[in-house]
């Protein structure tokens, strides 16, 4: 399993960037996938989180409203859409996967509920 993000950079305030992640090694319908992130100083926190496309897709409320996660599985890819950014959005951005073995049922999106992760992306708003 392989995991590649890009696409992060520099932004102002009120500004957007598209995250995207190359997956190989698995295919969406046997994994969960999940975006992540990690300020300085503070823990890595579950972003947006599905567990399969027959499941609802989990956002953190600091997220919600403002960033959109979606995939094309024809060609192996992750996106995470993220609009009107803040300087608190700040932060290394990874993407991640794990076996559904794993989660048995439910979405989960916690740093311990995942097994793969790319390299991460560093975005950082100004304000």
């Known amino acids: 399993v392989q995991l590649v993000e890009s696409g992060g950079g520099l932004v102002q305030a009120g500004g957007s960037l598209r995250l995207s992640c190359e997956a190989s090694?698995?295919?969406?319908?046997?994994?969960?996938v999940g975006w992540f992130r990690q300020a300085p100083g503070k823990e890595r926190e579950g972003v947006s989180c599905?567990?399969?496309?027959?499941?609802?897709?989990y956002y953190a409320d600091s997220v919600k409203g403002r960033f959109t996660a979606s995939s094309d599985n024809a060609k192996n890819m992750l996106y995470l859409q993220m609009n009107n950014l803040q300087p608190e959005d700040t932060a290394v951005y990874y993407c991640?996967?794990?076996?559904?073995?794993?989660?048995?049922?439910?979405?989960?999106?916690?740093?311990?509920?995942?097994?793969?992760w790319g390299q991460g992306a560093q975005v950082t708003v100004s304000s």
């Open positions: 991640a996967a794990t076996s559904l073995a794993t989660i048995p049922t439910g979405v989960r999106c916690g740093r311990n509920d995942y097994d793969y």
């Open positions: 090694g698995f295919t969406f319908d046997d994994y969960a």
């Open positions: 599905i567990r399969s496309a027959h499941d609802r897709t």
